[in-house]
T-cell receptor, first 116, second 114 residues
């Protein structure tokens, strides 16, 4: 089945220790998104890629970085996690409909990050 | 500006009852898309439906149905004969055709009691 895969499902890190979350997809979609979702809140977009073209949201902290080495994979790097970065991180993909429009977003199962 | 309002924060119903989740949206665009996603306790956001602004036909899929009314800017979701497995947070979302992002409502947490 075509799908969006996130590893690991649960990640524990220490305050200030860099952590990387990964996302892969078999849908061959060229748009990929990273969202942060805190408890009882809606997902909040951090950044997204059109192919390798990176688009950062204005209020995404500098602490959050991303890499997309190829169509299938995308990584979220948190350089110095703080207690406030504990959240569910969701990866999503969609087709590019051209002119910077995208189709329905399909989400992975998420990585729940705990910061000690 | 785009906006999605889900006024019901939390709803509890007894199994087999019907339940409607409300969604009201705001947009200045004439072309836009509306979505519903389900988020069970496992955390994954599951896509349920996408509707474009030119298609006001109601949709039914099994026990799920959606009522889209442009006149009231609403896109409500009804679950008929609810089941415990329907317990989840449901998000309504909006995307304008000229944009590549979706705006989520705050979600409605639905509890189906056995």
């Amino acid at each position: 089945d075509a799908m969006v895969i996130q590893n690991p499902r649960y990640q524990v890190t220490q305050f200030g220790k860099p952590v990387t979350l990964s996302c892969s997809q078999t849908l061959n979609h060229n748009v990929m998104y990273w969202y942060q979702q805190k408890s009882s809140q809606a997902p909040k977009l951090l950044f997204h890629y059109y192919d390798k073209d990176f688009n950062n949201e204005a209020d995404t902290p500098d602490n959050f970085q991303s890499r997309r080495p190829n169509t299938s994979f995308c990584f979220l790097d948190i350089r110095s996690p703080g207690l406030g970065d504990a959240a569910m991180y969701l990866c999503a993909t969609s087709r590019d409909l051209g002119s910077r429009r995208s189709d329905t977003q399909y989400f992975g199962p998420g990585t729940r990050l705990t910061v000690l | 500006a785009q906006k999605v309002t889900q006024a019901q924060t939390e709803i509890s119903v007894v199994e087999k009852e019907d339940v409607t989740l409300d969604c009201v949206y705001e947009t200045r665009d004439t072309t836009y898309y509306l979505f519903w996603y389900k988020q069970p306790p496992s955390g994954e956001l599951v896509f349920l439906i996408r509707r474009n602004s030119f298609d006001e036909q109601n949709e039914i899929s099994g026990r799920y149905s959606w009522n889209f009314q442009k006149s009231t800017s609403s896109f409500n979701f009804t679950i008929t004969a609810s089941q415990v497995v329907d317990s989840a947070v449901y998000f309504c979302a909006l995307s304008e055709a000229r944009d590549d992002k979706i705006i989520f409502g705050k979600g409605t947490r639905l509890h189906i009691l056995p």
